[in-house]
């Protein structure tokens, strides 16, 4: 149990030591800043793939793309696409690490927003139709409403890849809680290192809860109850 021991002790030394709460490179400061990066990530890659992915799904034109998307998430290396914008683009401002943390974000939203639409009943959207209801108007009052938990799931997914990759990005001189895990293995700190680790999977189950909360709240429960049947 030397292992645990040693966990214990590091994590007291990080949590209880005064300096780590104060200042620029303080907990509250580089877990905002961790916030800001992965919150503005997050929202061009929503504001990017969603659209994208309604009309897909709605239209069925452009399904390569998905395609393509589905493959280039897998495919790219995530270390390598931040320093590659890096040396491109400088140092100057947050951009260079922030176009591949949405370039990163925007597949898994793309794919699942792309299935969720394209895996309604077609029954139901002929009802709708039926009714009189038009495309946006089908799009917008069945459809989305019913793929919601899949697109939210790519949110979520989105949401979690950019946590990590956020923390990753500190090699690149970027802020945030990945510089107490990058600093700390530099200097030998591994309080630093395991409080800093600690933050970081604290903040990612955090995000699964705000998630979980969000899809309690704006699913419809007709909707989650036909998935809990399935």
Request: hydrophobic content about 55%.
């Amino acid at each position: 149990m030397n292992w645990l021991t040693s966990f214990l002790t590091w994590l007291g030394e990080f949590f209880g030591n005064g300096e780590n709460w104060s200042g620029s490179g303080g907990i509250p400061v580089r877990l905002l800043e961790h916030l800001e990066f992965s919150a503005l990530a997050l929202l061009l890659a929503v504001l990017i793939a969603v659209p994208l992915g309604l009309a897909i799904g709605h239209t069925g034109r452009g399904e390569l793309l998905v395609v393509v998307s589905a493959n280039l998430a897998r495919a790219l290396p995530t270390l390598g696409l931040l320093v590659m914008f890096v040396l491109l683009l400088g140092t100057t401002s947050i951009w260079p690490v922030i176009i591949p943390l949405v370039l990163l974000s925007v597949p898994p939203i793309l794919v699942n927003t792309f299935e969720g639409i394209k895996g309604v009943d077609p029954e139901l959207r002929d009802a709708a139709y039926g009714m009189g209801l038009r495309g946006g108007q089908v799009l917008g009052r069945v459809l989305v409403p019913v793929a919601l938990p899949l697109i939210l799931l790519g949110c979520r997914l989105s949401a979690i890849q950019v946590v990590a990759t956020t923390t990753v990005a500190a090699y690149t001189g970027l802020g945030g809680l990945g510089r107490y895990v990058i600093d700390g293995f530099a200097t030998k700190d591994y309080a630093s290192v395991v409080g800093g680790s600690v933050l970081i999977v604290l903040f990612a189950l955090l995000v699964q809860v705000l998630f979980a909360l969000a899809q309690r709240v704006t699913v419809s429960p007709g909707v989650s109850r036909r998935l809990k049947v399935r």
